[in-house]
């Protein structure tokens, strides 16, 4: 059975959300893609509120197992991290409402993840995307790609369904993977 992961790359203006199955061998398959838009000409509370009816549609609709939201860091527009926030906040409340985990990842985490590098650009992810999912074309707007990517990180750092733990789904060099970002962030592992 599929592990459904249903990606959030918030935002105000455009919210990506993108939900993607993860199967047992860790192939990802595209279930929907849409970006959620609002014009800057309405009120705060219509914004949100659209965001948040779109987001519950989705969960309805698809039923995923999980959620993966982008992790809201500080930047110096204090503008776009208050939407940012916004955003997220609807989804966790519509996530929670359905007993449903969420997840945070980083961008940085993100990209690491679909494309092996954390300091990769938006071009890449989307192009990793595409091929991860075996689009035919890119997905657009970039929105779109970053919650796909969102929901493949989520999918593959868990464990998918039917796995008795991360560790029995892991692959010999995904075992080798985790172990090396665990030391990584903890020195005091290495033997």
């Known amino acids: 059975m599929a592990l459904r992961v249903l990606g959030v790359d918030p935002g105000l203006t455009r919210c990506g959300v993108g939900i993607v199955d993860i199967a047992p ?3 990802a398959t595209l279930v929907a ?7 800057h000409e309405l009120d705060l509370a219509a914004r949100v509120r659209a965001i948040q009816l779109g987001v519950i549609a989705l969960l309805d609709v698809h039923s995923p197992h999980a959620v993966a939201l982008e992790r809201v860091f500080a930047q110096q527009n ?4 208050m939407g940012t926030a916004q955003a997220s906040g609807v989804v966790l409340a519509a996530a929670a409402e359905r007993g449903l985990t969420v997840a945070l990842h980083t961008p940085t985490e993100v990209k690491a993840a679909v494309t092996g590098h954390g300091g990769a650009d938006k071009n890449q992810v989307t192009a990793m995307v595409q091929r991860i999912l075996r689009l035919d074309a890119p997905p657009k707007p970039a929105d779109a790609a970053d919650a796909l990517a969102l929901a493949i990180c989520h999918g593959w750092r868990g464990a998918p369904a039917g796995a008795a733990s991360v ?8 075992r080798a993977w985790r172990d090396a970002e665990r030391t990584a962030r903890n020195p005091r592992l290495e033997k």
């Open 25 to 27: 061998d860790r192939r």
């Open 33 to 39: 893609v849409e970006v959620i838009r609002t014009s």
């Open 78 to 81: 204090v503008r776009t991290v």
């Open 167 to 174: 560790s029995d789904a892991l692959t010999p060099a995904q």
